[in-house]
């Protein structure tokens, strides 16, 4: 059974920042689909960034670019998020998401797959970006 447990979420201010990290059980990240999504009540879950499968490319939302940074770590199964400069516009519960169905870049280049495509979810962090 695949499982994924997020932790680093937190309170900052306005130009602060957090990384997030995610702990994947079960399975190999190396051979999974995996990302990061965040849920503000009232929207509709929104991808963040991912890891294509199999290579280091990485998908970024314009609103991460230049801010965020995915990366993974195989030697201990996690994911991470560094997330710097954040606004309050980041607010956000945080997921890591992951599937066992591979995403090569030279599939989904450019884009990220939908979040209803992913089988397995972190239980949530929450990040809190003040003014």
């Known amino acids: 059974q695949v499982q994924l447990v997020e932790s680093g979420g937190g309170s900052v201010q306005t130009g602060g920042s957090l990384r997030l990290s995610c702990v994947i059980s079960g399975d190999n990240i190396e051979d999974m689909c995996v990302g990061w999504f965040r849920h503000t009540p009232g929207k509709e879950r929104e991808a963040v960034a991912g890891?294509?499968?199999?290579?280091?490319?990485?998908y970024y939302a314009e609103s991460a670019k230049g801010r965020f940074t995915i990366s993974r770590d195989s030697a201990k199964n996690s994911m991470y998020l560094q997330m710097n400069s954040l606004k309050p516009g980041d607010t956000a519960m945080y997921y890591c998401?992951?599937?066992?169905?591979?995403?090569?870049?030279?599939?989904?280049?450019?884009?990220?797959?939908?979040?209803?495509?992913?089988?397995?979810w972190g239980q949530g962090t929450q990040v809190t970006v003040s003014s």
């Open positions: 998401a992951g599937d066992l169905f591979p995403c090569p870049a030279q599939t989904w280049g450019g884009r990220w797959r939908p979040a209803e495509r992913f089988n397995y």
């Open positions: 890891l294509y499968t199999g290579d280091t490319n990485t």
